[in-house]
């Protein structure tokens, strides 16, 4: 399937392709691995937790917060 024909199809048809290809790493995880930069970020983001700097929100807030910064 080219990228053109995936802009013709409709948002349902778009997210079983994403929910097909996404199931399909899932059961590949041992052929997968994380960027070199991610472990980094992890690392930096425990020290920021751990040092008080990162509010913590529970899921519903934070995608609450996130939605209201894209309107």
Same mark, same amino acid.
Request: zero cysteines; glycine letters at 4%.
């Given at each position: 399937?080219?990228?053109?024909?995936?802009?013709?199809?409709?948002?349902?048809?778009?997210?079983?392709? &994403? #929910?097909?290809?996404?199931?399909? @790493?899932? $059961? !590949?995880?041992?052929? +997968?691995?994380?960027?070199?930069?991610?472990?980094?970020?992890? &690392? #930096?983001?425990?020290?920021?937790? @751990?040092? $008080? !700097?990162?509010?913590? +929100?529970?899921?519903?807030?934070?995608?609450?917060?996130?939605?209201?910064?894209?309107?």
């Amino acid at each position: 399937m080219s990228i053109a024909e995936l802009h013709k199809l409709s948002a349902v048809e778009k997210l079983k392709i &994403i #929910e097909a290809l996404w199931g399909d @790493l899932v $059961g !590949d995880e041992d052929n +997968l691995s994380s960027p070199s930069w991610h472990e980094t970020e992890l &690392i #930096e983001t425990e020290k920021r937790f @751990l040092s $008080g !700097d990162i509010e913590v +929100l529970d899921w519903q807030q934070a995608k609450k917060e996130l939605r209201s910064r894209f309107e």
